[in-house]
């Protein structure tokens, strides 16, 4: 039974191709591969403000949506309608802000001015890691919030001073919900 020609160079066009696909893949690369490298100084310096801007400014408007807004609106009193949602949102909102913030105090040190600009904000940032589970609980709120705010705006004057203007941003629930 005669086979079309058209079958035949169809056969040794794929065979070609398996063929150069397969010796392409089996040789040593040890000798031609470059290593990966990681990202530059100067990338990570020229990239450390942008960063450390989106990170603060997130951590400041999730403080401010979620914690000093509805503590000035007097949803975490007792007996205020929503106030155990007020408070997770809350729990969640300090957690999240005080993630951001670590985030954002790492990014500093890539950038000299900023680094030294927010070394004095270090202790107060470390200071905010078990302030969210006493929003959670409801206990002494005011402290808290006030606390929260105090630190977001000195991190916000740290990285104004260094030519780093934070805005708030507030954060998706998802992003909340995520960390």
């Given amino acids: 039974m005669p086979t079309p020609i058209r ?4 056969a040794l066009v794929l065979c070609c ?18 290593a990966p490298t990681g990202t530059s100084t100067v990338e990570r310096q020229k990239l450390a403000k942008t960063r450390f801007v989106a990170n ?17 609106a007097g ?19 300090g957690t999240f802000a005080y993630n951001r913030l670590k985030a954002a105090q790492r990014n500093a040190e890539g950038d000299p001015t900023l680094s030294k600009a ?5 202790a107060g940032i470390d200071a905010l890691k078990d302030l969210p589970s006493k929003l959670r609980k409801g206990d002494s709120t005011d402290a808290v919030v006030g606390t929260f705010d105090d630190v977001i705006n000195q991190v916000k004057d740290a990285g104004k001073s260094a030519g780093a203007e934070v805005t708030n941003k507030v954060p998706s629930a998802s992003q909340l919900a995520s960390g």
Wanted: hydrophobic share 50%; net charge positive.
């Fill in 7 to 10: 079958h035949l160079v169809v």
């Fill in 17 to 34: 191709a398996l063929l150069a696909g397969a010796t392409a893949c089996g040789g040593d690369d040890s000798d031609t591969a470059a």
């Fill in 56 to 72: 603060a400014g997130l951590a400041a408007g999730a403080t401010y949506q979620w914690i000093v807004k509805p503590w000035r």
């Fill in 75 to 93: 949803k975490f009193k007792k007996g205020a309608d929503g106030r155990t949602s007020a408070l997770v949102k809350a729990g969640l909102a």
């Fill in 118 to 122: 927010i070394a004095p904000v270090t």
